[in-house]
């Protein structure tokens, strides 16, 4: 690690002062160009201590720039893994308010459901499908707090990976009825279609992000514990939404979920 533990505390801190203030800020390696990834999700760490403080629960993981066309829109090569808090869940039908955002995007994603604890090294997509209870439709609302999406991958793990709202609902499967690979998936805004894809966008398969995330948290001498919910990452580019607007995403066999933007 390149950062000592006050400058972590205090650049979780600001971040997390960006995402409930509602204000942007320049991307952090900028005043802290040798940060490495250790700190990036240090600092990551601390923010997520920082609700728990607060009391607030950690209700899922997420797994995000899993698909080329995501990582093509942001220039990067490799996915990042981020955390949801109670704060950051909707439920289904209820809005979402565009003024406690900054600049949110949409993605449509494939959320996972665990039954069995999941733990890397080694994990693989058939680990995950047999430790899957069930998978469902999920719309994650990203809101990166770097002014103008300025940013690099340490900076955005640090964000937290731009994670602010998610909704999951539609018709949940069982793993082992879903071909994913072959799953098309419909995104709607304001009853036009705007993005289309299949579940193999994300990784070749959305249960290979589910993997890396417990690779990557094995690494950590950390596990997926039962009965998590991960989103798996956007099988699209994200699609930028204001107050007003209405999306729904239509996942193959699975129904569809929506949110309204107020
Ligand atoms: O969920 C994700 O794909 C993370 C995106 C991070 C970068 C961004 O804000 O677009
Ligand atoms: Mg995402």
Same mark, same amino acid.
């Given at each position: 690690?390149?950062?000592?533990?006050?400058?972590?505390?205090?650049?979780?801190?600001?971040?997390?002062?960006?995402?409930?203030?509602?204000?942007?800020?320049?991307?952090?390696?900028?005043?802290?160009?040798?940060?490495?990834?250790?700190?990036?999700?240090?600092?990551?760490?601390?923010?997520?201590?920082?609700?728990?403080?607060?009391?607030?629960?950690?209700?899922?993981?997420?797994?995000?720039?899993?698909?080329?066309?995501?990582?093509?829109?942001?220039?990067?090569?490799?996915? &990042?893994? =981020?955390?949801? +808090?109670?704060?950051? $869940?909707?439920?289904?039908?209820?809005?979402?308010?565009?003024? /406690?955002? *900054?600049?949110?995007?949409?993605?449509?994603?494939?959320?996972?459901?665990?039954?069995?604890?999941?733990?890397?090294?080694?994990?693989?997509?058939?680990?995950?499908?047999?430790?899957?209870?069930?998978?469902?439709?999920?719309?994650?609302?990203?809101?990166?707090?770097?002014?103008?999406?300025?940013?690099?991958?340490?900076?955005?793990?640090?964000?937290?990976?731009?994670?602010?709202?998610?909704?999951?609902?539609?018709?949940?499967?069982?793993?082992?009825?879903?071909?994913?690979?072959?799953?098309?998936?419909?995104?709607?805004?304001?009853?036009?279609?705007?993005?289309?894809?299949?579940?193999?966008? &994300?990784? =070749?398969?959305? +249960?290979?992000?589910? $993997?890396?995330?417990?690779?990557?948290?094995?690494?950590?001498? /950390?596990? *997926?514990?039962?009965?998590?919910?991960?989103?798996?990452?956007?099988?699209?580019?994200?699609?930028?939404?204001?107050?007003?607007?209405?999306?729904?995403?239509?996942?193959?066999?699975?129904?569809?979920?929506?949110?309204?933007?107020?």
């Amino acid at each position: 690690m390149k950062l000592d533990a006050r400058t972590i505390a205090a650049l979780a801190e600001h971040l997390e002062g960006c995402e409930l203030g509602v204000r942007d800020t320049p991307k952090i390696t900028d005043e802290h160009p040798q940060m490495d990834w250790d700190d990036a999700y240090a600092i990551q760490d601390a923010i997520r201590a920082r609700k728990q403080g607060r009391g607030l629960r950690i209700v899922g993981l997420k797994a995000g720039l899993t698909s080329h066309a995501k990582m093509k829109q942001m220039g990067v090569a490799s996915p &990042v893994f =981020g955390f949801l +808090a109670e704060s950051h $869940a909707l439920p289904e039908g209820t809005e979402c308010r565009v003024s /406690e955002l *900054i600049h949110p995007k949409v993605e449509p994603e494939i959320a996972f459901v665990t039954r069995r604890a999941l733990k890397g090294p080694g994990c693989h997509i058939g680990a995950v499908l047999a430790a899957t209870d069930f998978v469902l439709p999920g719309i994650e609302v990203i809101d990166s707090r770097y002014r103008d999406f300025k940013f690099d991958l340490k900076s955005v793990v640090a964000d937290n990976t731009s994670a602010a709202r998610f909704v999951v609902g539609g018709r949940a499967r069982p793993a082992a009825e879903v071909d994913l690979r072959i799953t098309g998936i419909v995104l709607e805004k304001n009853g036009v279609p705007v993005a289309f894809g299949a579940g193999a966008a &994300v990784l =070749g398969h959305p +249960a290979a992000a589910i $993997a890396m995330l417990a690779n990557h948290l094995g690494a950590r001498g /950390e596990e *997926i514990p039962a009965g998590t919910l991960i989103l798996s990452g956007g099988i699209t580019e994200a699609v930028a939404v204001e107050a007003g607007d209405a999306v729904t995403l239509r996942v193959q066999g699975m129904g569809s979920v929506g949110l309204r933007f107020a």
